[in-house]
């Protein structure tokens, strides 16, 4: 079948499939990847490894990636920096363990159980990224730790493809040199980059702006060729995309940017689950059926333990933690790579390479439905995971002899404003943010900055909050809100509480969840700003009428 047939085919039945998965409240994902296998070599054969679709699909994880980079917090390295390391090495550490264990416990041999161990190691990007952006989770706490951790995942797992081609290659010096030629490779391609974003980019942005078709044109083309040339400098082209969206993150035009490309995204990505599913390869599948089934709960579960025991350890609130070990509880579309190149080294058989291919199969599909429904999991699961929480040891951010007259969670535009007026009004405010840049920059009087979160539980149980008169959240988000009403209920808290909402919904919401007061910025700055243009207009009417003689 020609190209423009064939992605017409595709297309008509990947809608099909879309309408059918709402109206079975299905996830997406799932009946796409489900389309791949449909029209791959295991079905109709219609795709194949190779071709238009799997260049598309390549085009929207690059712009996927770009994306990311492009909407990265200036700040979350230093708000999520250290628990991204400590999670995402502790949970490759552990589970690459464990999974060895498993899979020789299984009658594996010692290579084919340590590639196993390897691609039971890695969660998706790609998956998880996508899904997080669709709930609107990304800019949640968990959801930034979730992309750190990831981000440190892909930096190994790259560094893991490398070692893996050394050693099917070369030995002994050879493989010292590679080492060291990956290691130029990498700093030249670092350094470039670089150059671009502060010498190049700033000046040529400016001139490119003028037209917002050409602006868009440019960040597809400067996203693919940074990714191409990261391909070209033998790292994967993810890497490439991503590091394009973070040169431009500190540009006035990202927002821009990032709003024009993000339908451009979600179609490619559909090319992408197709592309997926069309090369899953299921040699010899029925004789694993249930080793797939032990390795696939091994992942869904280990994953989301160990990295919500690292959490916990690290005094991270039980909530946040148990969300963000859901969100990566899958294995990795370059676990199938990572198989794929283990196959072409001769390391390991197709016996292997499917067995793995299952294994991600049901572990992306079921990571899906988890992260969907990963708040109402967490609310049947409350109980039992405060056993969690309650070993943490560490101290309380304040002073128990403090009494605050109030408690602001969020130090954002909105939120530090709020606390500023308010101690300086005359009122004690102990003001609770996670990003330690904003709890180290807030220095009002009358205002106590902490670090925390506003799902932190621990927090809710100290002396200086259940004495505070009143607890006011400007965080904008419905979740996080509702956790932290839950939480003031269980501790009898007796004071007033204001929390915030950004659409009507959410508002109303929160009222019909008996909030004291719902807190409405955008609403109330319209409502302000028509009354001053109204005054305006009227005025400038009177004026009018005046100079004419007439009776206003």
Known sequence: MHAFPLIAVVLAIGAAAGVLAIRLHQPLIVAFIGVGILVGPTGTGWVTGEGTIELLASLGIAILLFLVGLRLDPHLIRTTGSVALVTGLGQIVFTALLGYLIASALGMD????????????????????????????LEHLHGRIAVGFLIVQDIVVILVMIALSAFG??????????????????????????????????????????????????????????????????FNSEVGAFLAGISLAGTPYRDALGARLVSLRDFLLLF????????????????????????SAFVLLAHSLIVMAIMTM????????????????????????????????????????SLITVVGLVTIGGSTYLIQYSHRIYDRLERVLRVFERGSTRADPTNSETEFDGVVYGLGRFGGHVAGLLGRAGHRVLAVDFDPHRVATTSAEGVTAVHGSAEDAYLLESRSLSRARFVISTIPL???????????????????????????????????????????????????????????????????ASDRGEQP
């Open 110 to 137: 010692l290579v084919p159980a340590l590639y196993v161990a390897i691609a039971l190691t890695f969660s998706s990007t790609i998956i998880v990224v996508k899904l997080l952006s669709d709930r609107g989770d």
């Open 169 to 234: 290659q070369r030995t002994g010096a050879g493989m010292a040199l590679d080492v060291a030629l990956v290691l130029g490779k990498g700093i030249a391609l670092l350094a470039g980059i670089a150059v671009l974003m502060y010498y190049v980019l700033p000046v040529l942005l400016h001139q490119i702006a003028r037209s917002q078709e050409l602006l868009v044109l440019f960040g597809v083309a400067y996203a693919v060729s940074i990714a191409a040339a990261s391909e070209q400098l033998g």
């Open 272 to 295: 992408f689950f197709l592309n997926l599913g069309a090369n899953l390869e299921f040699d010899d599948v029925g004789w694993q059926l249930g080793e797939a089934a032990a390795l």
């Open 314 to 353: 690290m005094r991270y609130p039980v909530r946040v933690a148990f969300l963000t070990g859901l969100a990566v509880s899958q294995i990795s579309e370059f676990s199938l790579i990572v198989a794929a190149l283990g196959l072409e080294l001769g390391h390991i058989d197709n016996t292997t390479v």
């Open 478 to 544: 419905l979740e996080t809100n509702a956790a932290l009403l839950h939480g003031l209920r269980q501790h009898d808290y007796p004071g007033k509480i204001a929390l915030t909402a950004h659409t009507r919904h959410d508002s109303e919401q929160l009222r019909a969840a008996g909030v004291d007061i719902v807190l409405e910025p955008f609403t109330d700055a319209a409502r302000a700003a028509a009354e001053v243009l109204h005054e305006l207009v009227r005025d400038d009417g009177e004026d009018g």
